[in-house]
Nanobody, 125 residues
């Protein structure tokens, strides 16, 4: 049974940092990503990464502040978030794709087969 479990969310002041983790189990995952959803808004792309970690993509709003990475030995992906802003407040979701032919990390949510339940990140001003 595939399971993705996020951790590391919390409350932080603007300018602070958080590191999210996503522990995956039940299979080997090709591309992985992070998405977020703020209250009253649609889920949006944050970052994505291929299997080797050599290809990453970021939303313009987080580029230069967030870093996505993964440790395949631990079947875990990470999102290091620095210089956090109040507009980063959202529930952050981990996403994973097992399709071996889908090797380019996507910005589209429908490119991912599995999702975590989310972790809340709140940035106070």
């Amino acid at each position: 049974q595939v399971q993705l479990v996020e951790s590391g969310g919390g409350l932080v002041q603007a300018g602070g940092s958080l590191r999210l983790s996503c522990a995956a189990s039940g299979g080997t995952f090709n591309t992985m990503g992070w998405f977020r959803q703020a209250p009253g808004q649609e889920r949006e792309f944050v970052a994505s990464i291929n299997w080797s970690g050599g290809t990453t993509y970021y939303a313009d709003s987080v580029k230069g502040r967030f870093t996505i990475s993964r440790d395949n030995a631990k079947n875990t992906e990470y999102l290091q978030m620095n210089s956090l802003k109040p507009e980063d407040t959202a529930v952050y979701y981990c996403a994973a794709n097992r399709n071996p032919f889908r090797v380019i990390p996507s910005r589209r949510s429908n490119a991912y087969d599995y999702w975590g339940i989310g972790t809340q990140v709140t940035v106070s001003s």
